[in-house]
C-alpha cells in the first residue's frame, strides 16, 4: 500500500505547544508527554505529562489546583528543580495577568484572531484526549464538613494535617522537631537548620526575658521545641495543642529528658486555655489558624492570660489584602481555614485588645531557608518518607514545601515576629 501524501499525525507535547503559541503563549518549560514526545525550552525543568488525565484535571479546575491535583496524583511529574519549574510558571502566569503579555501579543487581536485561537484549543483538546468528564480529585485532599472555625472543625482540620506519624516530621525537621520559622545568624556551611532553630528559640526566649521560674504559656506547642528548650531553661511552661500526636510527643520528650516537673501539656483547644496569669506567652505559627472572625477575641483571650507586664511573642505568616487564605493548594491539601493578613493588621488587632505592640521583627528570607532545608531532608529522605506516609502524600508535601519556600522567596507571603505587652 502507497503511503505517499500520508501525513504523520503530530506528537502531544507539539500538539500543546502548538495549541500555545495560537493563544500566545510561550511554554515556560519543556513539556515530555505520555507519547514521549518534547516540546519547549531546553535546559529548563521537564514536565512530565503522564496521561491526558493531566490536562483534563487543568482544564477543569484551571488554575493552581488543578495542576496540585495532577501533580498530587502522578500524573504530572516534574523532572528537574522541582522550584524552579513553578517560579518559570508562575513568571509566565504573572505576566499573563499583568497585561504584558497581552501588550505584545494580544491587544492588537481581530475578532477573529480571536476565535481562531478558540478553535485551535477545541482542536487540540479533542486530538489529546482531554474532553472527558471530571476525573476524581487525589485521596489526599481534605474534605472537611461543619463550620468553619467551630471547635470540631478545627480539631479534624489540626489533626489531618499534625496527625501524621511523627517518624515522617523527624525525618524533615530538625531535632528540636521546630515546625516554623529557623532564625539564620551565619552563612557558614557549618551553620544549619538545627542552629537556625536554635537561635530562634534564644531570640524568643530573650525578647520574653524568660529567666528561671518564669511561667510561660506556650499557646499551639507543635512538637513542643518551645516548650522544651524554656523547660531547660528552667522556665515553668504550660503547653496547649489540638494534636494527640503533638501534645503526647511532647509529653514524651519532656519524661524523656527529665523535664516534667517544669512543663504540663494540655490537649484542648485554644479557646478552652484558662489559669495564669503567666509571666510570658508565645504563639509560634499558630494563629494563622485561628480565623479572621476569632483572632479579636484571640487576642482578647491572650490579653487576659498575660499578668500585667507580662511578654507576649506572635511569630505569624502574613499575606496581602487581596489573598488572605492560604490559596487553593493550602486549603485543599494541607490545612483548611486558614487566614493570613497584612502584619500591620494584625498590630492593630493586638492594638485594640489593650496591648502594647513593642516591636516587629520581619523573617521573611528566614523561612525561605528554612523551607528548603525541608525540602532537601524530605528528598534526601524520599524513600522512608513514601514508606511512612505513602507515595501520594509525599508527592503533596515535596509541592508543599518547594511552593512554599517560592512564596516567600518572591514576597506573596511573610512572617514577622511580633513582640507586645499588657500594661501595669
Given at each position: ?111 477573529g484572531r480571536w476565535a481562531d485561537a478558540a478553535a485551535a484549543a477545541a482542536l487540540a483538546a479533542s486530538r489529546l484526549g482531554v474532553l472527558g468528564l471530571p476525573p476524581s480529585p487525589p485521596d489526599s485532599e481534605i474534605r472537611h464538613s461543619g463550620r468553619p472555625h467551630s471547635q470540631a472543625r478545627d480539631r479534624a482540620v489540626i489533626a489531618g494535617h499534625y496527625d501524621l506519624p511523627v517518624s515522617f516530621f523527624q525525618l524533615i525537621l530538625d531535632p528540636s522537631m521546630a515546625y516554623s520559622s529557623g532564625y539564620w545568624t551565619s552563612d557558614d556551611p557549618s551553620y544549619g537548620l538545627a542552629d537556625a532553630q536554635r537561635d530562634k528559640l534564644d531570640l524568643i526566649c530573650g525578647k520574653l526575658r524568660l529567666g528561671p521560674d518564669a511561667s510561660l504559656l506556650d499557646m499551639g506547642c507543635g512538637w513542643g521545641s518551645l516548650t522544651v ?196
Open positions: 500500500m502507497s503511503t505517499r501524501g500520508a501525513t504523520r499525525k503530530p506528537g502531544a507535547a507539539t500538539t500543546i505547544a502548538w495549541a500555545a503559541a495560537q493563544a500566545g503563549v510561550d511554554l515556560p518549560v519543556r513539556v515530555r508527554a505520555w507519547d514521549e514526545s518534547e516540546a519547549g525550552p531546553a535546559g529548563a525543568p521537564t514536565v512530565v505529562l503522564r496521561s491526558p488525565l493531566a490536562l483534563r484535571r487543568a482544564l477543569w479546575r484551571p488554575g493552581e489546583l488543578g495542576l496540585a491535583r495532577a501533580y498530587v496524583s502522578g500524573d504530572l511529574d516534574v523532572e528537574g528543580d522541582l522550584t524552579d519549574g513553578l517560579r518559570r510558571a508562575l513568571r509566565a502566569a504573572g505576566a499573563a495577568r499583568s497585561g504584558r503579555a497581552a501588550r505584545g501579543r494580544w491587544s492588537g487581536w481581530s475578532p528548650h524554656a523547660a531547660s531553661r528552667r522556665a515553668q511552661v504550660t503547653a496547649v495543642t489540638l494534636s494527640a500526636e503533638q501534645g503526647g510527643h511532647t509529653r514524651e520528650r519532656l519524661l524523656g529528658l527529665g523535664l516534667a516537673d517544669r512543663a504540663r501539656v494540655l490537649i484542648q483547644d485554644y479557646r478552652e486555655t484558662a489559669g495564669g496569669p503567666y509571666d510570658a506567652i508565645a504563639s509560634v505559627e499558630m494563629g494563622e489558624h485561628v480565623g479572621a472572625d476569632g483572632y479579636p477575641a484571640f487576642c482578647a483571650a491572650l490579653h487576659g492570660l498575660l499578668r500585667p507586664g507580662g511578654r507576649l511573642l506572635i511569630q505569624q505568616m502574613s499575606r496581602g489584602r487581596r489573598a488572605p487564605g492560604g490559596g487553593a493548594f493550602i486549603e485543599s491539601y494541607v490545612a483548611a481555614d486558614m487566614h493570613m493578613r497584612p502584619v500591620g493588621e494584625t498590630i492593630g488587632l493586638l492594638e485594640d485588645s489593650g496591648l502594647e505592640v513593642l516591636g516587629v521583627q520581619a523573617l521573611r528570607p528566614h523561612y525561605v531557608r528554612t523551607i528548603r532545608a525541608w525540602l532537601y531532608n524530605l528528598e534526601r529522605n524520599l524513600p522512608a518518607v513514601e514508606a511512612i506516609i505513602g507515595q501520594e502524600r509525599a508527592r503533596l508535601w515535596r509541592l508543599y514545601l518547594a511552593g512554599g519556600a517560592l512564596a516567600f522567596e518572591e514576597g506573596r507571603m511573610g512572617v514577622d515576629q511580633i513582640l507586645a505587652a499588657r500594661r501595669e
